[in-house]
């Protein structure tokens, strides 16, 4: 383990690599502070930028830009009450209210030390914790990798916001997709109607630009742009004094635990790590009646809850292959795109990407901080950018990446396709998120369960026949049963019992 963190380290120590992690910050402290943009956008219209790239090279500007987009959603937050990014959503009811009384440095400040403990926490939670269960990957056969795909499926589709039903539906039509072109154990064509283009199978590049960034542009056509009070400039001080630091570190500390464990559930985000952390903050508070009027705490709690989810989130990203929220699900996505298959296997099989990419999520701290001095005030004017600009922008940076992929303009008629298709889901409160993972994990699927019906002789009892791949199914119909009706009644029976006796 220790040999891999070393290569790992002397990899992202490079130039190319320094240089990829400072640029894929800062685009990701731009792209944050436009309102109605998010992280997960940015990093499928940046995807095929990456292709060129060497793999560490790719995956540590996109997991830099991960980071970078969860601090600067904060700057909108604070100067125009609008959240650059859903993950700053609480960070609004304190970050406003301070820029209104003449503290708009100051929020900012504390947003970035938060931003920068949380983060800090996190990567060193993601260097600790990985390479332990990545040991556990060498136990990982066919049979075990067929129970993780399921359980991903599961636990991503029952844990969407919204209709669970409608989340397990998105997932299973991701699978459906992922199905389209050869056979890779018998080698026949499936569901590709006789179109050549689907013989090598949906590309997972071309959906995920479509369904994450062309709704986001139609969003942002129709949403009813209203005149709002910008901050033009502000003179105070952004770093935080020693004494607002002692006042808020208990605050920073907790909040990024819990911005921590909350990344590693499968289904969760920033915009739900945010909450939790503003909210205990408010419960442990002693001053409680001040949040919502201006306080640091407010502020520091749901910034530091929001950027501890980026490392927490990668854990089972890269332990198991199941994504901890969207923007990890196209991070799965760029591992395979330069031919890397996310799985247990990952962090052994694939050691030298996998710790390079780690290492650089640590440093991409310290250049987020120091980005986030120099360029907070220049990203004030990134918030006045009008939706009228900013949506063609994002619909012609998505047509010219479905493009380049292959040169194609099926690619591009297929990317609007999804787009399309992303945007009516939106529209019916169906997650695209499950949809993502059905089409990354369908493939492991697949394979997984060819390979375990081959080594069993078609005995579907092989997938109990060890503890490993036992225990994760049995989470699995858990997860499944937890998302219908028949299990709320279950626990109201049990607390009407309870209540009783």
């Known amino acids: 383990m220790f040999d891999y963190l070393a290569i790992g380290l002397t990899n992202v120590l490079t130039f190319t690599n320094l240089t990829a992690i400072i640029v894929g910050t800062a685009l990701g402290l731009f792209v944050g502070a436009m309102p109605g943009l998010s992280a997960t956008m940015a990093i499928a219209i940046l995807l095929p930028l990456t292709f060129n790239m060497p793999p560490a090279t790719g995956l540590s500007m996109l997991a830099s830009l991960y980071m970078g987009a969860m601090y600067g959603g904060s700057i909108a937050a604070i100067l125009i009450n609008t959240p650059g990014t859903p993950a700053a959503a609480a960070t609004v009811l304190d970050g406003y209210p301070m820029a209104q009384q003449g503290r708009a440095g ?14 800090l926490l996190s990567s060193i939670a993601l260097l600790t914790i990985a390479p332990i269960l990545g040991g556990v990957a060498l ?61 090598s199978g949906v590309s997972f590049t071309v959906a995920l630009i479509g369904l994450f960034s062309i709704p986001q542009a139609i969003r942002l056509i129709e949403k009813d742009e209203k005149a709002k009070a910008v901050i033009n400039s502000f003179k105070d001080k952004m770093l935080p004094t020693l004494a607002e630091i002692k006042q808020i570190g208990v605050t920073v500390i907790r909040s990024s635990f819990i911005g921590i464990f909350t990344g590693i559930i499968p289904g969760t985000g920033g915009d739900t790590a945010c909450w939790f952390g503003y909210n205990e903050a408010k419960r442990f508070s002693k001053n409680r009646d001040n949040f919502g009027k201006g306080d640091i705490e407010g502020v520091a709690a749901s910034e530091a809850a929001n950027n501890a989810v980026v490392g927490g989130a990668l854990i089972p990203t890269l332990t198991l292959g199941i994504p901890g929220s969207s923007a990890t699900a196209i991070i799965m996505g760029a591992l395979m795109v330069h031919g890397i298959m996310p799985g247990p296997t990952l962090m052994t099989e694939y050691a030298d990407v996998t710790y390079t990419l780690i290492w650089a999520l640590l440093i991409s701290n310290f250049a987020m901080f120091l980005e986030g ?8 004017h990134v918030t006045r950018v009008p939706n009228k ?28 396709i999804f787009g399309l298709l992303g945007y009516f889901m939106d529209k019916i409160g169906m997650p695209t998120a499950p949809m993502v993972v059905g089409l990354i994990l369908g493939q492991m699927l697949n394979v997984s369960l060819h390979q375990s019906l081959m080594i069993s002789g078609g005995s579907w009892l092989i997938f109990f026949s060890n503890p490993i791949s036992t225990v994760l199914l049995i989470i699995a119909a858990i997860s499944v049963f937890q998302a219908t009706p028949f299990s709320a009644r279950l626990v109201k029976s049990v607390k009407a019992a309870l209540s009783k006796s």
Not at 106 to 119: D, E, N, P, T, W
Not at 142 to 164: K, R
Not at 168 to 184: E, N, R, W
């Open 139 to 199: 136990q990982f056969g066919p049979v075990e990798l067929f129970a993780v795909a399921v359980l991903g499926i599961t636990i991503i589709g029952s844990l969407s916001q919204g209709s669970a039903i409608k989340g397990l539906l998105s997932g299973v039509v991701g699978l459906l997709l992922a199905m389209i072109g050869m056979d890779p154990i018998t080698g026949s064509a499936r569901f590709t109607f006789g179109i050549l283009n689907l013989y």
């Open 373 to 380: 001095l120099l360029f907070t005030k220049a990203a004030i």
């Open 389 to 416: 600009v900013l949506a063609p922008i994002i619909i012609i940076l998505c047509v010219i990446g479905a493009f380049a992929i292959n040169n194609s303009f099926f690619d591009v008629y297929m990317m609007l």
């Open 106 to 119: 100051k929020a900012l400040g504390i947003s970035l030390f938060a931003s920068l403990v949380g983060g």
